[in-house]
Nanobody, 130 residues
Framework: QVQLVESGGELVQPGGSLRLSCAAS????????TSWFRQAPGKEREFVAA????????YYADSAKGRFTISRDNAKNTVYLQMNSLKPEDTAVYYC???????????????????????WGKGTLVTVSS
């Protein structure tokens, strides 16, 4: 089993920045691609970004391109989501998800709305408001 713990969510003003962290523990050798998803109040969960096991491959939702950056530090077993130019519509609970599948499979799945990842964290709340 793999445990994922998100942190870094807080209240931030519009235009501000925030960095979320996702720390993995347990059987991390089984982890391949790692993704960030979010769920706003009253809305369905949506994909944000994904990163390959090596960190060499990344993929973003259109809503995240140009503002969000996903990265990882494998020495710390941690994946990050740097969020800049935050907007009120970015308010959501952000979830980290791990998959045993490679990056290419994850990209194909999220493109068709298949969010069935192998491991999920409990989420961290990001609120963008003045």
């Amino acid at each position: 089993q793999v445990q994922l713990v998100e942190s870094g969510g807080e209240l931030v003003q519009p235009g501000g920045s925030l960095r979320l962290s996702c720390a993995a523990s347990g059987s991390i050798f089984s982890l391949n691609a790692t993704s960030w998803f979010r769920q706003a109040p009253g809305k369905e969960r949506e994909f944000v970004a994904a990163i390959s096991r090596s960190g060499g491959g990344t993929y973003y939702a259109d809503s995240a391109k140009g503002r969000f950056t996903i990265s990882r530090d494998n020495a710390k077993n941690t994946v990050y989501l740097q969020m800049n130019s935050l907007k009120p519509e970015d308010t959501a609970v952000y979830y980290c998800a791990g998959s045993r599948q490679p990056m290419g499979d994850i990209i194909a799945r999220v493109r068709r709305g298949d969010y069935g990842m192998d491991y999920w964290g409990k989420g961290t709340l990001v609120t963008v408001s003045s």
